[in-house]
């Protein structure tokens, strides 16, 4: 699937030729988050990744890559439980990944950083496996892909497959689909909290969370992924097919084609119909796309061809849909048009038919359209680094080689 665009090619070394310099970006960008170096979401993490992909065809980008790189590693690095995927040890361990196979330097520093990574997946298990036995819900921040187990295991799973972490975190996920005693019925992933993190007082009863960043979705994703490259827990068929009657059972008709709520409440739990009147945006993160893809990435592995159908006729729907297209107003990977574009040519590599990937031309040219007005950042998730990765890959057609898209469990 290739439709080489030389324009996308340009753009996307523009922006990073801006992004080339550590000491001098951060006085030239603006960022929607704090612009701290072991950030994957918002800071050098990012920017190293984005260096890295590039100078796997451009190999004179490699000092840049690794200037980035020392930048992340500059300062003390955040080891701690509260460390995931996007910030800390195991943020720099991806990017080092990355690195590593580009380079087949870093070895030393990739092993310690995978240790450490590996250290603390295991307190975080440990304290998962705790709370589940006292009965307890979870927070977001314990399983969703951004801060939890889910990205975590992303990592795992990407870089040793076969280690008992990364089955121990597969198990932990199957474990988390299984209802708690006495929990009138809500599914295991149901959070006291609020979708920001707002108090049960603030947040009656909780919510149910289905997006790809903070949601179930992520962990449909991983464990389908899992089981794509043959490494199979107990229960994982069942971990599946429960995420996935859980989502059926949420899925409401639009003229455009099926679609998902972000979230749910337990008073539209209870009434069995939900208050957000119809699709929001055709996001990454929170929206359908995201969700579509988990879903036909679940489908493949279990051979499910109907489900398949539907993940790849919602997607198409939404990405055709005038209506749904205008709440794009952004260029970015997490809910903007990056992430719509890259979620998309990831799922048209997969699809039955060819029609998603004839939406690609059009998805690329509202990226351009997007970044023409909006201020360049260093945000993988939400800024232009994020949205050069992506035309990146379309401008090229080429499956990413430094495996960036997995931090977004979309590969």
Not at 130 to 158: K, V
């Amino acid at each position: 699937m290739s439709y080489p665009n030389p324009s996308l090619a340009d753009l996307a070394e523009d922006i990073a030729a801006g992004l080339t310099d550590p000491t001098s970006v951060l006085d030239t960008h603006t960022s929607a988050h704090t612009p701290r170096p072991q950030s994957l979401a918002g800071g050098s993490a990012g920017v190293a990744l984005l260096h890295t992909e590039r100078a796997f065809t451009q190999p004179d980008q490699w000092s840049t890559a690794h200037t980035w790189l020392s930048a992340v590693a500059s300062g003390d690095l955040e080891g701690s439980p509260g460390a995931s995927l996007f910030f800390g040890v195991p943020a720099l361990a991806f990017v080092t990944r990355a690195a590593a196979e580009g380079t087949g330097h870093y070895q030393c520093a990739l092993a310690q950083l995978d240790t450490a990574s590996q250290d603390l997946t295991r307190v975080r298990l440990a304290a998962a496996h705790a709370r589940i036995d006292r009965g307890e819900r979870p927070a977001l921040a314990e399983f969703d892909l951004i801060r939890g187990l889910t990205g975590l295991g992303a990592y795992h799973l990407l870089h040793s497959p076969e280690h008992e972490v990364t089955a121990a975190v597969l198990t932990y996920l199957v474990r988390l689909t299984e209802p708690l005693p006495g929990g009138d019925g809500l599914p295991g992933w149901w959070t006291d909290h609020g979708p920001t993190g707002q108090p049960p007082a603030d947040y009656l009863g909780g919510h149910g969370n289905f997006g790809m960043a903070h949601g179930i979705a992520g962990p449909l994703a991983l464990l389908a992924l899992a089981m794509q490259r043959d490494v199979i827990v107990n229960g994982h068929h069942q971990a599946i097919a429960r995420i996935c009657t859980w989502l059926d059972a949420w899925q409401h008709d639009h003229p455009a084609g099926p679609w998902w709520p972000r979230t749910i409440t337990l008073d539209e739990t209870r009434a069995g119909h939900c208050d957000q009147p119809e699709p929001l945006q055709p996001s990454w993160c929170y929206g359908t796309p995201g969700i579509a893809r988990a879903q036909q990435l679940a489908a493949i592995v279990t051979g499910d061809t109907a489900r398949q159908r539907t993940a790849e006729t919602t997607l198409l729907g939404c990405l055709t849909d005038p209506g749904q297209l205008a709440r794009i107003v952004d260029p970015s990977l997490c809910h903007g048009a990056a992430g719509l574009l890259h979620t998309a040519w990831r799922a048209a590599a997969d699809a039955a038919t060819d029609e998603l990937s004839a939406c690609l031309p059009h998805l690329a040219a509202l990226l351009v359209e997007r970044l023409r007005t909006a201020p360049r950042s260093i945000g993988l998730l939400e800024g232009s680094t994020g949205a050069a990765l992506a035309l990146h890959a379309a401008a090229t057609g080429t499956v990413p080689q430094s495996s960036w898209d997995t931090c977004l469990l979309l590969a």
